[in-house]
C-alpha cells in the first residue's frame, strides 16, 4: 500500500515539472514573438507583425497585451476598426488597462467617433497612474471637447496638463484660441505671452514671433472697443 502511494506521488511530481517547463517554453515563445512584432512595427513591416501576433496569441489567447499590441499594428496600418477589435478583446481580457483604453480612443478618434472616444478617455483617466500617460489623455480629450464645441471642457482639460507639465507652449497656445473665441482677450494675450515665453527658451524663435504678432493683433482689437 505504501509502495503504490510512493509511486502515485512521484508521477504526480514529474507530471507538474513537465508541464511546468511546457509553460516556460510557451512564455519564452510568447516574448519572443512579441517582441519581434514590436520591432517589425517599428520598421513598418506591419503584415510581418500581425502575422507574429497571430502566432503568440495561439500560444496564449488569454493575454490581454498582446491583443492591445497587435491592436496597435492594425493602427499603424491604418486598419482602425481591425485595431478596435483587438483593444475590444484586451479590455475584455483586463479591464483595467488605461493604455488600452487610451488606444481604442484614438483609434476611434480617427474614425470620428467622437462620443466614444471621449468615453473611452473618461475610462483611461480611471486607471492612468503614469503622469505622462495622463497628460496625453488630457490633451487629447481636449481637441475631442474643441471637436464637439464643448469649449468649457477643452479649457478644463488644458488646465490639467498645464498642472501636469506647465511648460508645453502648444497648451497654451490652443488654450489662448479658445478664450479669444469666447471673448476672453486678457486670458487669451496671457496664454499666448506664455506660450511665446516657452517657445523662446526652448529656441524656438519663429514660433515666439508668431505669437507675439497675434498678440499684438488682440491688443488692437482690445483698444477698438
Known amino acids: ?22 509553460a516556460c517554453q510557451k512564455i ?22 500581425l502575422t507574429d501576433y497571430n502566432k503568440a496569441i495561439e500560444q ?22 481591425e485595431a478596435i477589435k483587438d483593444y475590444n478583446q484586451a479590455i475584455k481580457i483586463n479591464p483595467q488597462m488605461a493604455d488600452t483604453y487610451y488606444n481604442r480612443a ?13 468615453a473611452d478617455y473618461n475610462k483611461a483617466l480611471e486607471f492612468a497612474t503614469n503622469e505622462n500617460t ?6 487629447n480629450r481636449a481637441t475631442l471637447h474643441y471637436e464637439v464645441k464643448n469649449y468649457q471642457n477643452a479649457i478644463a482639460d ?5 498642472k501636469l507639465k506647465p511648460d508645453i507652449p502648444q497648451i497654451y497656445s490652443n488654450r489662448a484660441r479658445l478664450y479669444y473665441q469666447q471673448g476672453n482677450l486678457e486670458q487669451a494675450i496671457a496664454d499666448y505671452r506664455q506660450a511665446a515665453d ?3 527658451q526652448q529656441g524656438n524663435t519663429q514660433s515666439q514671433q508668431e505669437l507675439l504678432a497675434i498678440v499684438s493683433k488682440i491688443e488692437k482689437v482690445g483698444n477698438r472697443e
Do not use: C
Open 1 to 22: 500500500m505504501n509502495r503504490i502511494s510512493k509511486t502515485i506521488l512521484t508521477l504526480a511530481i514529474a507530471t507538474t515539472l513537465s508541464s511546468l517547463n511546457i
Open 28 to 49: 519564452t515563445k510568447v516574448e519572443t514573438l512579441n517582441t519581434r512584432a514590436v520591432e517589425k512595427v517599428a520598421q513598418k513591416d506591419y503584415q510581418g507583425a
Open 60 to 81: 496564449n489567447p488569454n493575454d490581454a497585451t498582446l491583443y492591445n499590441n497587435r491592436g496597435n499594428a492594425h493602427f499603424q496600418a491604418k486598419n482602425y476598426e
Open 106 to 118: 484614438y483609434a476611434r478618434q480617427q474614425l470620428k467617433d467622437f462620443k466614444g472616444a471621449i
Open 134 to 139: 495622463q497628460i496625453k489623455i488630457y490633451g
Open 158 to 162: 488644458y488646465a490639467q496638463v498645464i
Open 198 to 200: 516657452l517657445y523662446q
